[in-house]
């Protein structure tokens, strides 16, 4: 290829993927466009709340979850991280809807090009493991692809901020091994013990030792999606187990933290905002030739600077709040510039939607809607409120008392468990059930919203006796096989 030639694809390549990223930033549950091509940086759930495992009081857990509706069995390449991308967790402790701590992870497949002799030949297999793998988490002796990955806390901004790394806090080694997708039952017997084998100890730097978690879990979120987008294809007021999850059989990839509240918080408030990212580099250009050797030059060469793809904090806010027309912007965005977004929420669309869907509801009828502002955009006053910036953020107030799994409401604050969400959110907060109740006015008077003490739903139940009790608290993934 000569060098004409080359500068002439990679600015074509350039310019292609300016325009793209321009036009389809996305995240959560392909509720956005292009992201349907991304889905290794399409972030679907992020989680926030104060650890109610025993014995783990004063710690926050932190759950980033990407790749949504993943099917177990589909190999052979499974589920891998984008070694070329950027997956953040951002916290802002001090009101200012800017990031003061970011959580960076960084990914590496290390192919191993295992071969058999196949009739005097060397032959590299194409499959991704020749033997059983497990259950510690160096037995990957039979593994075609070990995925690795580094972990950098940011102190300010995350371009520019103070960068340490991460250790694991046991060996002091920097890289960290992620277990492999659930294959199935033959390649890994026991994956339950072979993924717990990968829950590291950490050492946080200028703080108090953490616990990490990055892998494959049963996606934890429960929505009867399909019904729910074609038009509310179900009783908005029946039973709130009459449906079913239709993510169910689904798994998801975690990054999963659990960090000491005092690390996380600033010096005037318990309080904190979080949310996260994936970012890509600006520039990518296909190669037409990649070499053979996994050392070299791969299948793209990718350059420029991180451009954010994805972002998320709380549920659902882009899929039924945010109009068509700014998804994909709203995701290429910051909470410090979230109030081009306000209207969305001061004057939002779904109720009156319900309400032409549903004639025996009615929608709120005050506007702005400033019940919608204290839970999307600043917290609730006397619960988790932050200042000055109205942004999107998850916000949690370190200090509130966590809740054991047992004595857990999955309605969270609006039934009087102020543990849960908008509180932070737990894995058995029926968030979805939350928020109808909440943009259908459930926090209004009667006289402003008639419906607000309607029980809606989506029918597809969840609580926290669907999750583990102990970090990570997301259940182990579905294998490949058996499958039903």
Not at 317 to 326: M, Q
Request: net charge negative; glycine share 8%.
């Amino acid at each position: 290829m000569t060098i004409g030639r080359t500068v002439i694809i990679f600015a074509l390549g350039a310019i292609a993927l300016i325009l793209t990223v321009a036009l389809v930033q996305a995240s959560s549950h392909r509720e956005a466009p292009f992201i349907t091509e991304m889905p290794k940086v399409d972030g679907t759930d992020f989680y926030m709340f104060n650890s109610y495992e025993q014995g783990r009081t004063g710690f926050v857990t932190l759950v980033a979850n990407y790749q949504p509706l993943q099917d177990a069995y589909g190999g052979p390449n499974y589920f891998f991280l984008d070694p070329d991308a950027l997956y953040e967790i951002h916290i802002d402790n001090n009101g200012d809807a800017a990031e003061d701590i970011t959580f960076q992870f960084r990914f590496q497949n290390a192919i191993q090009d295992l071969p058999l002799n196949i009739g005097g030949q060397q032959v590299n297999v194409p499959i991704i493991n020749i033997g059983t793998i497990g259950p510690g988490r160096t037995d990957t002796g039979n593994l075609n692809i070990i995925e690795t990955y580094t972990v950098t806390i940011v102190r300010g901004d995350r371009r520019s901020g103070t960068s340490q790394a991460m250790t694991n806090t046991d060996t002091s080694a920097s890289t960290f091994i992620k277990p492999v997708d659930n294959i199935g039952n033959k390649s890994i017997a026991e994956y339950a013990t072979y993924a717990a084998n990968h829950i590291y100890n950490v050492t946080i730097p200028d703080c108090e030792p953490g616990r990490m978690f990055v892998g494959q879990r049963d996606d934890p979120f429960v929505v009867n999606l399909g019904e729910v987008f074609d038009l509310i294809n179900i009783n908005p007021v029946g039973a709130p187990d009459a449906e079913s999850d239709i993510i169910a059989n689904k798994n998801i990839t975690s990054f999963i933290l659990e960090v000491p509240a005092s690390c996380l918080t600033g010096s005037q408030s318990t309080v904190i905002g979080g949310w996260t990212t994936a970012s890509l580099r600006q520039a990518r250009v296909l190669n037409p030739t990649p070499s053979s050797d996994p050392m070299e030059q791969g299948a793209a060469v990718e350059g420029g600077a991180w451009t954010q793809v994805s972002r998320l904090a709380n549920p659902l806010v882009n899929e039924v709040v945010i109009g068509l027309s700014d998804k994909d912007r709203f995701n290429a965005s910051e909470p410090v510039d979230d109030a081009q977004f306000a209207v969305y929420v001061t004057n939002p669309t779904l109720p009156a939607i319900i309400q032409t869907l549903f004639p025996v509801t009615t929608a709120p009828t005050t506007f702005p809607r400033t019940d919608l502002i204290q839970v999307f955009l600043s917290g609730v006053p006397s619960l988790n409120m932050t200042t000055p910036a109205l942004a999107e953020m998850m916000r949690l107030d370190t200090s509130t008392a966590p809740v054991v799994a047992a004595s857990q409401n999955n309605l969270g604050v609006i039934a009087g468990d102020n543990a849960g969400y908008p509180n932070g959110r737990r894995p058995g907060d029926d968030v979805v059930d939350i928020s109808l109740r909440v943009v259908m006015g459930v926090l209004l008077s009667p006289a402003e919203a008639p419906s607000r003490d309607l029980p809606f739903t989506d029918g597809a139940l969840v609580d926290a006796s669907m999750f583990d009790e102990t970090f990570p608290y997301l259940r182990t993934p579905l294998p490949g096989s058996p499958t039903p």
